[in-house]
């Protein structure tokens, strides 16, 4: 394990950079000296494994040195670590390597109501995409080595992958994320099945595979006649959780010869016209199969992939699904936001300008959402203008409660529970007693102290922002004011 295997990743190496991250390395090799990973390798693998992660998807160096950075503030001498960590590293990697470690508090257990909550949590936070990427790549190396862990934690680290981080790649457009996220928890949680699966797919594979090379043979001469220049062409097999979950789908059956993308051809083209071309060439070739051509480049997926589908029937009849893209649409489907930093000028920020992850983020996402507005895929879409104006907040026991932004201690009391609400007589947010009306900020920890027989005050009608915390309260006064009545 030495800092080569990342600095070798680099697409340039410059000076300063190489400089970073092996000073990050030694700083991670220091603190989690002696110290042992499950597995029994050393600790530090893990962290190098994360930025190795990072630095593959072309991250930018901070990040990455952030990466290798991750785990330190975990445990020990948080206090002094913290500041050495500004102080060797600077504001910019302490701060991403703080929101890497809350996330780490964020735990799923299972609870479906929270799913959703937990979810939006992490993108919430999407100022701090770099975040959200770092925790990823961190997951990946975990789930790699999830076998060295007792079955019950086995068991909950894979559900909350397959619940909460593989989706979350995926709608962040990680291909490649979200697929090895998957397939490693599906091993975990449904062995059987994957096992199946993974025999049923070698078993159509060995039988495609020579048809298959005569396809690919085909067309490439036939693309080449045409001038046509390829990049690259390749074929892709459906990852193994994505088939499991189409063999079981009603008009399958679990009948794999019905599933006509297990193995697609990839053609990677210099532009988009070279795109279309190909697409003309291959229609003019073989007869494509109704319904299935699809344009994503004119319209691309909500996650923003791009590429153009069809699928044909190739010699004999064989049908076979193709897709066509640029590099840097295959780069981007493979990497998804990832792959911004690799595209923007050069993937660096010049000296002083910092790369606004956020504003780029946001633009893109309200860009597809308003080209998808008409589709009845805009339900599903990512609601990143929802999340801006919503504060997600935490219980003690790391549970995400959802609250519109603005909203106060009293109002986290009520989305708890009415009796909560109405009985609370003070809050404890991020360890300090604070006044009820304090207005709660992203990832506050708050509990909420109780009094037995405490009457909710009409004052408090002037500092919450929930209906829900309103209804409650003029609900208890009137109840009161009848109480006094009598
Ligand atoms: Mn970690």
Same mark, same amino acid.
């Given at each position: 394990?030495?800092?080569?295997?990342?600095?070798n990743l680099?697409?340039e190496?410059?000076?300063?950079?190489?400089?970073?991250?092996? $000073?990050?390395f030694?700083f991670?090799?220091?603190?989690?000296e002696?110290?042992?990973?499950?597995?029994?390798?050393?600790?530090t693998?893990?962290?190098?494994? &994360?930025?190795k992660?990072?630095a $593959?998807?072309?991250?930018?160096?901070?990040?990455i040195?952030?990466?290798? =950075?991750?785990?330190v503030?975990?445990?020990?001498?948080?206090?002094?670590?913290?500041?050495? %960590?500004?102080?060797?590293?600077?504001?910019?990697?302490?701060?991403?390597?703080?929101?890497?470690?809350k996330?780490?508090?964020?735990?799923? $257990?299972?609870?479906? $109501?929270?799913?959703?909550n937990?979810?939006?949590?992490?993108?919430?936070m999407?100022? @701090?995409?770099?975040?959200i990427? %770092?925790?990823?790549?961190d997951?990946?190396?975990?789930?790699?080595?999830?076998?060295?862990?007792?079955?019950?934690?086995?068991?909950?680290?894979?559900l909350?992958?397959?619940?909460?981080?593989?989706?979350?790649?995926?709608? =962040?457009?990680?291909?490649?994320?979200?697929?090895?996220l998957?397939?490693?928890?599906?091993?975990?949680?449904?062995?059987?099945?994957?096992l199946?699966?993974k025999?049923?797919?070698? &078993?159509?594979?060995?039988?495609q +595979?020579?048809?298959?090379? *005569?396809?690919?043979y085909?067309?490439? +001469?036939?693309?080449e006649?045409?001038?046509?220049?390829?990049?690259?062409?390749?074929s892709?097999?459906?990852?193994?959780?994505?088939?499991?979950k189409?063999?079981?789908e009603p008009?399958?059956?679990?009948?794999?010869?019905?599933?006509y993308?297990?193995?697609?051809?990839?053609?990677?083209?210099k532009?988009?016209? @070279?795109?279309?071309?190909?697409?003309?060439? %291959?229609?003019?070739?073989?007869?494509?199969y109704?319904g299935r051509?699809? #344009?994503y480049?004119?319209?691309?997926?909500?996650?923003?992939?791009?590429?153009?589908?069809?699928?044909v029937?190739?010699?004999?009849?064989?049908?076979?699904?193709?897709?066509? *893209?640029?590099?840097?649409?295959h780069?981007?489907?493979?990497y998804?936001?990832a792959?911004?930093?690799?595209?923007?000028? /050069?993937?660096?920020?010049k000296?002083?300008?910092?790369i606004?992850?956020?504003? /780029?983020?946001v633009?893109q996402?309200?860009?597809?959402?308003?080209?998808a507005?008409q589709s009845s895929?805009?339900? #599903?879409?990512?609601?990143?203008?929802?999340?801006?104006?919503?504060?997600?907040?935490?219980?003690?026991?790391?549970?995400?409660?959802?609250?519109? +932004?603005?909203?106060?201690?009293?109002?986290?009391?009520?989305?708890?529970?009415?009796?909560?609400?109405? /009985?609370?007589?003070?809050?404890?947010?991020?360890?300090?007693?604070?006044?009820l009306?304090?207005?709660?900020?992203?990832?506050?920890?708050?509990?909420?102290?109780t009094q037995?027989?405490?009457?909710?005050?009409?004052?408090?009608?002037?500092?919450?922002?929930t209906?829900?915390?309103?209804?409650h309260? *003029?609900?208890?006064?009137?109840?009161?004011?009848?109480?006094?009545?009598?």
């Amino acid at each position: 394990m030495e800092v080569t295997e990342i600095l070798n990743l680099l697409r340039e190496k410059r000076e300063e950079d190489v400089d970073l991250i092996s $000073r990050a390395f030694e700083f991670a090799k220091k603190v989690h000296e002696g110290v042992k990973r499950a597995s029994g390798e050393d600790y530090t693998t893990h962290p190098v494994e &994360t930025a190795k992660t990072l630095a $593959r998807s072309g991250l930018d160096v901070p990040t990455i040195a952030a990466g290798l =950075l991750h785990d330190v503030l975990e445990d020990g001498d948080t206090g002094t670590t913290e500041n050495t %960590i500004r102080k060797e590293f600077g504001d910019e990697i302490l701060f991403l390597v703080q929101g890497v470690t809350k996330l780490g508090k964020l735990k799923y $257990r299972g609870e479906e $109501r929270r799913i959703e909550n937990l979810r939006k949590m992490f993108l919430a936070m999407a100022e @701090d995409i770099r975040v959200i990427l %770092i925790r990823l790549a961190d997951r990946l190396h975990n789930m790699k080595t999830l076998e060295y862990l007792p079955p019950e934690k086995q068991k909950r680290i894979a559900l909350e992958t397959l619940e909460i981080y593989a989706p979350l790649a995926k709608r =962040l457009g990680m291909g490649k994320m979200n697929s090895e996220l998957e397939d490693l928890a599906f091993l975990h949680l449904f062995r059987e099945d994957y096992l199946h699966t993974k025999e049923l797919l070698k &078993t159509r594979y060995q039988a495609q +595979e020579k048809i298959l090379a *005569r396809v690919k043979y085909k067309l490439k +001469e036939e693309l080449e006649k045409n001038g046509l220049e390829i990049l690259a062409m390749d074929s892709r097999v459906k990852h193994l959780y994505s088939l499991y979950k189409k063999l079981r789908e009603p008009e399958r059956d679990m009948d794999i010869r019905e599933v006509y993308d297990l193995i697609a051809l990839r053609v990677i083209v210099k532009t988009v016209e @070279d795109c279309y071309r190909t697409l003309g060439i %291959i229609h003019q070739m073989w007869k494509p199969y109704p319904g299935r051509i699809k #344009d994503y480049i004119a319209l691309p997926k909500l996650n923003g992939y791009q590429s153009l589908h069809t699928t044909v029937f190739a010699l004999d009849g064989n049908i076979t699904e193709i897709q066509i *893209r640029t590099e840097k649409m295959h780069h981007e489907a493979e990497y998804g936001i990832a792959a911004h930093w690799a595209y923007s000028e /050069s993937g660096k920020p010049k000296a002083g300008a910092r790369i606004n992850p956020k504003l /780029s983020w946001v633009n893109q996402l309200l860009e597809l959402q308003r080209d998808a507005k008409q589709s009845s895929e805009f339900l #599903d879409s990512l609601r990143i203008d929802f999340f801006k104006d919503r504060v997600f907040c935490f219980t003690p026991k790391g549970d995400v409660i959802d609250l519109p +932004e603005g909203a106060t201690a009293i109002d986290f009391a009520y989305a708890i529970h009415s009796d909560i609400g109405n /009985s609370a007589v003070g809050a404890i947010i991020n360890h300090k007693f604070v006044g009820l009306d304090t207005v709660l900020k992203n990832t506050d920890i708050v509990e909420i102290k109780t009094q037995k027989n405490k009457k909710p005050n009409p004052e408090w009608l002037r500092n919450v922002r929930t209906s829900l915390a309103k209804k409650h309260i *003029r609900g208890a006064i009137y109840k009161e004011k009848l109480k006094n009545l009598e």
